[in-house]
């Protein structure tokens, strides 16, 4: 899928639980599949769930993941509790940690019974994420592929991604959202954003959102970033309510929409072509929501 794919086996996980936790090496191991194109999952008995990167880019977002995440506890929904923290040798040292399974499915639209009150939870969720303190915590860029940057630093590479769909996608609705958007940068203050809030991200329980994962692309930058949700994950139906729980304004709502646009656009344009359709189906539904599929 990548160019720097790193060789994530079976044997591997198998090899690690031996030598780093031997106490749970016994435990069947099964491989989850998802549309995450940064890690790879595995279930290690019914409790604990292992993640290891799966490329060499994604190596310093879960050192930074490992690093942080017991700092984002306590919020309205769950989140991963690590229980081991290892590092394996993949031609280069790559950390992984083994965590707390949480239970429950992605949370898509057939797996949760009421939308408008799963967009208020959400909205909820993230206002406590924002009150989370951000001193000495990783700043929007490097550390997390760039989620909650100004517009400005990733106008180009967007750009040349609408161009590249210019087949699917009105290009010039597409440059006008995203240049009325530049228009309004950010003016608060930098809080925690979690940077990738799609189903395979959110899990649902009983028909409720229950919890929150994959922190990989979490930094301290503009919350718009996570706003796109409105746009890639939140039911049309459930949009205003979401937004009136954020109290999000204007500038910070059409910042959203431009985040929507680009997480869709930068990944439709890599992965279309069948590297990775499901997250290609999620991107199109985004862009549908956005009214620029052709």
């Known amino acids: 899928m990548h160019e720097d794919d790193l060789a994530v086996t079976d044997a591997l996980i198998h090899d690690l639980l031996g030598r780093h936790t031997p106490l749970w090496a016994g435990r069947p191991v099964q491989r989850i599949n998802t549309t995450g194109t940064d890690n790879a999952l595995y279930r290690i008995g019914q409790t604990l769930v292992l993640r290891i990167p799966r490329r060499a880019a994604a190596i310093p977002l879960i050192a930074k993941e490992l690093d942080w995440l017991p700092h984002l506890g306590d919020l309205p929904l ?7 923290r290892g590092h394996a040798d993949l031609g280069m040292d790559c950390p992984f940690g083994i965590f ?34 951000t001193t000495g915590a990783p700043r929007s860029g490097t550390a997390n592929m760039s989620r909650g940057v100004p517009l ?16 699917e996608i009105d290009t010039g609705a597409a440059r006008r959202l995203w240049d009325t958007a530049l228009a309004e940068p950010h003016r608060g203050r ?15 329980l009983d028909g409720r959102l229950s919890a929150v994962i994959d922190w990989g692309l979490s930094a301290v930058g503009d919350p718009a970033a ?4 409105a746009w890639s994950w939140v039911s049309p139906s459930a949009r205003h309510q979401f937004r009136d729980c954020l109290e999000a304004g204007d500038g910070d ?4 929409k431009a985040w929507a646009l680009y997480g869709a ?13 499901p997250l290609c189906r999620q991107c199109r539904l985004t862009l549908s929501r956005l009214d620029l599929l052709v």
Do not use: C, M
Not at 78 to 84: D, E, F, G, K, Q
Not at 158 to 163: F, M, S
Not at 226 to 229: E, K, P
Not at 267 to 276: E, F, I, K, T, V
């Open 152 to 167: 400005a630093e990733i106008s180009e590479r967007t750009l040349a991604a609408i161009a590249i769909l210019a087949d």
């Open 226 to 229: 996570d706003y796109a949700a």
């Open 253 to 256: 709502w059409l910042r959203g």
């Open 265 to 277: 656009v930068i990944a439709l344009s890599y992965y279309r072509g069948g590297r990775n359709e």
């Open 78 to 84: 769950a989140t991963p509790t690590l229980r081991y």
């Open 100 to 133: 707390d399974w949480i239970d429950g499915t992605p949370a898509t639209p057939e797996n949760i019974a009421d939308a408008d009150a799963a967009a208020v939870v959400l909205a909820a969720f993230l206002n406590s994420l924002h009150q989370k303190a």
């Open 190 to 204: 930098p809080v925690w954003l979690h940077g990738d809030l799609k189903a395979d991200n959110l899990l649902a």
